[in-house]
C-alpha cells in the first residue's frame, strides 16, 4: 500500500470513520445548531466556528506546503473571526471543511510515493526544516482531533449530545 493511501486512511477515519477515540470530526461539529456554533461560551476562548475556521485555514496550509510550498501561517490567517452566524453561513462552513478535507487527499495522492519522508520546506527561522511531508500529515491529523475534542467540549456546555 502507498504511504498516500495509509495516510489517507487514517485522515478518513478520523473524520468519517470509527476512531479509536470515539466520534468522528464530520458527527461532532454537526451535532449542534449554527447558533451554538457561533455562540462564545463565557470562559470560552473559542467559538465552534471560530475553531472550524482554523481547522479549515490549516487544512489549506497543509496542502500548500505538500505542493512544495513555503511553510507559513495559512493564508486566511490562524484564529481568522468568524463574524456574524447564519444557518447558511454555518452550513458553509461545513462544506468548506469537507472540501478542504477532499482537496487534502487530492494534494497528498498528488506527492510521488519516494517523496514523503523528506523534510517540507520550512524556512521559518527554525534553522532547517523540521518534519517530513509524512510528519506534516501525522501532527495535522493531531491538530484536527485536538480541536474536535475542544468542538465536542463547547457541544456538550451548549447541551448538545
Do not use: C
Amino acid at each position: 500500500m502507498k504511504t498516500a493511501d495509509k495516510l489517507q486512511q487514517e485522515l478518513e477515519n478520523i473524520f468519517v470513520g470509527r476512531p479509536w477515540y470515539g466520534t468522528p470530526i464530520s458527527t461532532i461539529i454537526t451535532q449542534g445548531n449554527w447558533i451554538a456554533a457561533y455562540d462564545k461560551l463565557p470562559g470560552s476562548v473559542h467559538s465552534i466556528a471560530h475553531i472550524m475556521l482554523h481547522m479549515i485555514g490549516w487544512t489549506e496550509e497543509v496542502i500548500s506546503r505538500l505542493q512544495g510550498n513555503q511553510a507559513s501561517d495559512p493564508a486566511r490567517g490562524d484564529w481568522p473571526e468568524p463574524g456574524e452566524g447564519s444557518e447558511q453561513k454555518w452550513q458553509q462552513l461545513v462544506i468548506d471543511l469537507d472540501e478542504a478535507n477532499s482537496n487534502l487527499i487530492k494534494a497528498m495522492q498528488a506527492l510521488p510515493d519516494n517523496k514523503w519522508d523528506e523534510l517540507i520546506n520550512d524556512q521559518r527561522g527554525l534553522g532547517e526544516p523540521v518534519t517530513t511531508y509524512k510528519g506534516l500529515i501525522y501532527g495535522f491529523i493531531q491538530h484536527q482531533i485536538y480541536h474536535a475534542g475542544q468542538i465536542a467540549l463547547l457541544n456538550r456546555m451548549n447541551h448538545v449530545n
